[in-house]
């Protein structure tokens, strides 16, 4: 497995968005998305100590996140990313967009990206991802994207893997 720290933080594109690392200076425009261990930040200061873990956590090799961005305007639209390590190949994608920009084909863009990057980069030979029972648009997503249903938890979490 090729896990980070890279020489260079990897920045993915397509003819659409660019996956790039997201700045100290990018947190604001995203603190209403800004997650660490399924907490929202409430304050720019707490979204600054999460993205603080999330760059302590690339550097130890356990993720890579990403902030999405439209080409075309230059916005930052979402993240998505790996997170929680790279135990025994598997890495756990998670995404989130901000609400302006959903069903617009942002995030199944970023999500190909950052899949891709999994198998062909890091060598991941397993890719899952959680998401609620009740987020409809994340587990039709998920189901377009090749992924299937592994188990419902308790805590109305559904586990999806990529087949």
């Known amino acids: 497995m090729n896990l980070p720290p890279y020489d260079n933080f990897p920045s993915l594109s ?8 997201v700045l100290t200076s990018d947190v604001e425009e995203i603190i209403e998305i800004s997650f660490y261990d399924c907490i929202q930040a409430k304050t720019l200061h707490e979204a ?16 890579v996140q990403w902030c999405i961005v439209d080409k075309s305007t230059n916005k930052i639209v979402g993240t998505c ?12 994608l ?3 967009l901000l609400n302006q920009y959903k069903r617009q084909g ?28 009740e987020n409809d648009s994340a587990i039709k997503l998920l189901t377009r994207l090749n992924f299937i249903k592994i188990v419902e938890q308790e805590n109305d ?6 087949v």
């Open 94 to 96: 998670g995404c989130v």
């Open 106 to 133: 942002f995030m199944k863009a970023a999500l190909e990206l950052a899949i891709d990057f999994g198998v062909n980069k890091i060598g991941l030979k397993r890719i899952w991802a959680l998401t609620t029972k």
């Open 81 to 92: 990313g790996y997170c929680r390590g790279f135990e025994n190949g598997a890495g756990e």
């Open 14 to 21: 397509n003819d659409r968005i660019l996956l790039r690392q």
């Open 48 to 63: 600054i100590v999460m993205q603080e873990k999330i760059d302590k956590d690339y550097f130890e090799g356990n993720s």
């Open 157 to 162: 979490f559904i586990e999806y893997q990529l």
